[in-house]
């Protein structure tokens, strides 16, 4: 082989070579954009939770799946309710936040299905005739007046999880059982036949406010949802 054409395929090596590192290095840069990404958004939602001075009234990760959550899913206003089902009947455990405005605008009692357990929801179903509470992401949709008066409709948007509310006619309305005073005589709020039922002096303004397309999310630890649940499985993977 001449100098030429020794000179020639050295030329060529050096240049895949260099190629290799470049691609290398994009790759090194992507991947720690991709992370420096996701920490950005951990400390944003952590700095909004704060500000909405959430820390001693909603767990965190409750918090962080609803918002995760919220982001994914097609709505028409920028309303985040939560209702926490690890928290016992008695504390308060539905929230209504502005994302907009970064507010709290209210937070009251909840009953649960009277098949979800007693003082704590532990049992849940997508079942008709269940009578139990359904976990997940719901977007709330037009209102209506039936036998618990000024209702509101929910269209469940986990499948096998909570797709059949509508059917079971799983809607929030106002309760006389979901009223604090039932607690200061039971111990605990009285349960629905599944409904997240509120307490009937704040249910039209609550119903009023998050009506028409916003988000909820029924927070449970229960592992068939958090197991079967896109939504929990994307907000673990994202920062883990």
Do not use: W
Not at 6 to 19: A, D, G, K, M, T
Not at 124 to 140: A, L, R, V
């Amino acid at each position: 082989m001449n100098k030429n054409k020794l000179s020639y395929f050295l030329i060529i090596f050096i240049y895949i070579i260099s190629l290799n590192i470049v691609n290398g290095q994009e790759k090194n840069t992507t991947y720690f954009s991709f992370n420096s990404k996701n920490q950005n958004s951990e400390r944003e939602i952590k700095n909004l939770y704060q500000k909405l001075n959430l820390s001693d009234q909603l767990d965190y990760n409750a918090f962080k799946i609803a918002y995760l959550g919220f982001q994914k899913i097609e709505k028409e206003n920028p309303i985040l309710t939560i209702v926490d089902f690890t928290k016992a009947s008695n504390e308060k455990r539905f929230f209504v936040i502005d994302l907009k405005n970064n507010k709290l605008l209210f937070n009251t009692y909840v009953a649960h299905g009277k098949n979800s357990g007693g003082n704590y929801a532990k049992y849940f179903s997508n079942e008709f005739n269940s009578f139990k509470s359904s976990p997940g992401f719901y977007k709330t949709e037009t209102t209506y007046k039936g036998g618990n008066g000024y209702s509101l409709k929910l269209d469940g948007l986990e499948k096998g999880i909570n797709d059949r509310a509508r059917e079971r006619a799983i809607v929030i309305h106002g309760a006389n059982y979901a009223n604090p005073n039932f607690i200061a005589s039971n111990g605990r709020l009285g349960r629905s036949l599944g409904c997240p039922a509120l307490p009937p002096s704040v249910s039209k303004p609550i119903i009023d406010t998050i009506k028409d397309g916003s988000v909820m999310y029924i927070h449970v630890t229960n592992p068939e949802y958090t197991n079967k649940s896109f939504f929990v499985k994307a907000s673990s993977l994202l920062f883990n």
